[in-house]
């Protein structure tokens, strides 16, 4: 079995300062695409950004000068660092990965979510 269990998550005031973890665990033999989403209240669930297997990132177009996705794969960790946190960066982050179990079997997986408030 895969697991992914985010941390990092938390109360931060406007301007301040987050990172966020996903590490993966279990029966692992690669991981190709690591994904963090977010979903706030009432709202749909939204890409924040993505790195490949290779390190090619992707953001969402309001969030790159402000957030930056990287990932360690001896840790099978992705990190995102959150830099001058809004109030509308309120959500729960999601990680999301595409993990192959053996040499031809590939599945996507999600991890369980960490809480984002940034409030003053």
């Known amino acids: 079995q895969v697991q992914l269990v985010e941390s990092g998550g938390g109360l931060v005031q406007p301007g301040g300062s987050l990172r966020l973890s996903c590490a993966a665990s279990?029966?692992?033999?690669?991981?190709?695409?690591m994904t963090w989403y977010r979903q706030a209240p009432g709202n749909l669930r939204e890409l924040v950004a993505r790195?490949?297997?290779?390190?090619?990132?992707v953001y969402a177009d309001s969030l790159t000068a402000r957030f930056t996705i990287s990932r360690d794969n001896v840790k099978n960790t992705v990190y995102l660092q959150m830099n001058s946190l809004k109030p509308e960066d309120t959500a729960v982050y999601y990680c999301?990965?595409?993990?192959?179990?053996?040499?031809?079997?590939?599945?996507?997986?999600w991890g369980q979510g960490t809480q984002v408030t940034v409030s003053s």
């Open positions: 999301n990965a595409d993990i192959a179990t053996s040499a031809w079997s590939t599945d996507n997986y």
């Open positions: 279990g029966s692992i033999f690669s991981i190709g695409a």
């Open positions: 790195i490949t297997g290779g390190g090619k990132t």
